[in-house]
């Protein structure tokens, strides 16, 4: 009976233009998802020979199959985003940290370290100009106490920098177990349907994704759509368990079982062990050698020299502090101007020079120019942090622009065009009213047959 | 390249928030009058104002102390110049004695009040103060000389940086200027002490050699004021050198680390201009859509 066959067909084809405008709704509500990639429903035309009845030839079995609903996706791409957007956050992370230790040396300035070390120097030479003076010597020690307070608070606020990141690490042992409980579930939900939503898909992507961004972690999808994820080819997840989780709480990443730290070579957790491993302590190193010139090179010629009093031997940084964070004046000059020893030795002997004389504190003055000296030290130092900061700042800046190269590429085939899906709205409607208008002229058929046929001996 | 709109408003987005970032850093610059507002600006630049920075506080340090050199040598100069007119008259006082040793002890009395006089003027010269310290007396503290002519300072230099790896000792100690005490000649002091007592006692022989003697106590005393007088003189030069160098660190310094506030004003503008026409754009491109022209 083909009239009565193209019936069916006719309401396949009314189910699958409902099931495409039920597509379409769906991309345009979720037009703004992120993660979200659009979805197309798959049309299949269906022609199937059925058996041959008593009185008609072998029937074909037409019309349009609709169940398969697929996701414009390229895994490609996606693995090439993800790689990139794990190299970006772990470029901003370093940029981050960059800009915070730079702020902490406010140069060229009144308010920086060098600007202090001049004080001091200049103070020491209005010591040596004044040696008699108490306002001098109670200058003096006013300043060295000021470089002395800022090296501490300098040592302090790089330390802090560290200590923010190790507690970042810790609380991103938590995310990346979250993440990775939930990648788990997803997997697991995917595994047990037969036809499982895209949309699951596109969660269990967003979670990959996400895991890139922190750890730099590599997904690998299974035949079955499982997602099996590795950090540092070992692996977080696989299929529907959760193999083993990270911990963060010492302030880097191990995995829980035998406690080994976790490699890490992109995400945010690279830029924050960097942080944590190599560029607070070479920047810690650099100030620390600073101040421990600084108590060498001044208390070396101090000892030396004689107070007004004609006493010698005095320090005057607590030779027993050589770091940044340690360095204080000694207990021989703290609140005792007077044994500021400006005065030189009187050579030979040596014996103690008049009270007035000056030559001492000229000599740690000139400190102050000395080839290599604390100054010199600083400038480098600051001049290194400058250009790091400097190729940190460019780096990420260039890494963000190729991760959002690689976002548009996955976004030009996945994120949803409204135009487009006014345009499938308006062929699907079309679609839908051309089947109605088949099953209507079928039925017209059907009537004909049945009111004006068989009428003859009525 | 496919291209949806979300695409595009994403696009949108960012080029807004980077010409905002744009604008916003000319503005900082502008308002702040500075180009190095971080070391990161420019590493290579922040090195050089540092430099030019250190460099200003020492010359700055050093120009005071340069004028501090400069008054100090000033100060001797004028008192020994002064000095060497007391003992011209001395030397003229005693002339006149010898010529008049035969006259009355009423004279020759009064020749060697007049040369103790002398002698009480020549020490007041010798514990000359600057700053309220003796400047003959090296690194001691207190008089110079005391009452009876001896010396109660040291040997000591007082130097001052003036410039750059120059350094400049700006004193003279006494015995330099004013002799040796002891021995048979003595300092300036005992042969002006011995000059007296002899014109007194009208002592011919005795007036004769202390004359040669006074005339080597003025020789050295003559050396040591034309010394100080072209240390004086030097230091003139190197303060207005001092002067010149710090000004033109400060220009340097200047140069280094502020705007052009021409230069940095037109930036304002400029990111501001564009900033807006991006605006303008995104507010044409991301309303239409097919929806508009389907009824």
Known sequence: MPSIGSLTTSVSGLNAQRRVLDVTAHNIANANTEGYHRQRVELRSLSITGVSGIFSGPSRQMGVDATKVTRAYDELLATRFQREDAARSNANALRTTMDTIEKLFPEPGDLGIAHQLDQFWASWSSVATNPGSAAARQELLARADQLVSSLNRAAADLQGVAETAMARVGLMAEDVNSLADQLATTNRAIGSSANPSPDLFDYRDQLIGQLARLTGATARITDNGMADVYIGNRALVVGADLVEPVDGTTGALRWVNGNQPVVITSGEAAGLAATINDIVPRYQAMIDGIASNLVTGVNALHVAGYDQAGATGWNFFDPTALTAGTIALSADVAGQPGRIAAGAPVLPGPTAPGPLDGGQAREIARLADAAGGVNAQYRQMITALAAETRGATTRAAVQDQVAETAAMDLKSIGSVDLDEEMATLVSAQRAYEANARVITAIDEMLGFLIERTGVVGR | ?295
């Open chain 2, 1 to 295: 390249m496919r291209v949806t709109s979300s695409m595009m408003v994403r696009s949108t987005l960012r080029d807004l928030s980077s010409s905002l970032e744009r604008l916003q850093d000319a503005q900082n610059r502008a308002t702040s009058g500075k180009q190095l507002l971080r070391p990161s600006n420019n590493p290579t630049a922040t090195a050089a104002a540092m430099t030019t920075r250190q460099e200003l506080r020492r010359s700055e340090q050093m120009v005071k102390e340069a004028e501090d050199a400069k008054g100090w040598l000033s100060t001797a100069d004028a008192a020994l110049t002064s000095g060497l007119d007391l003992l011209r008259r001395a030397n003229d006082v005693v002339v006149a004695a010898r010529n008049a040793a035969t006259s009355d002890p009423a004279t020759r009395q009064s020749f060697a009040l007049e040369l103790r006089s002398l002698r009480a003027e020549l020490l007041s010269i010798a514990n000359t103060k600057y700053a309220d310290r003796s400047i003959f007396n090296g690194n001691a503290a207190g008089a110079a000389y005391d009452a009876t002519g001896a010396y109660l300072g040291d040997t000591g230099d007082v130097v001052r940086d003036v410039a750059p790896s120059l350094s400049v000792t700006v004193n003279v100690t006494g015995p330099t200027v004013f002799g040796t005490a002891g021995g048979p000649v003595g300092n300036l002091f005992e042969v002006l002490d011995r000059l007296a007592t002899a014109v007194e006692t009208g002592n011919d022989t005795a007036i004769a050699a202390e004359q040669a003697n006074l005339a080597a106590a003025r020789d050295a005393y003559t050396a040591a004021t034309a010394t100080i007088g072209v240390r004086a003189a030097r230091m003139e030069q190197i303060e207005t050198r001092a002067a010149d160098d710090k000004l033109r660190l400060l220009t340097q310094l200047s140069n280094a680390e502020d705007i052009d506030v021409v230069d940095a004003l037109i930036q304002v503008k400029q990111q501001e201009t564009r900033y807006q026409a991006s605006l303008q754009v995104a507010a044409r491109i991301i309303p239409p859509s097919l929806m508009d022209f389907l009824r």
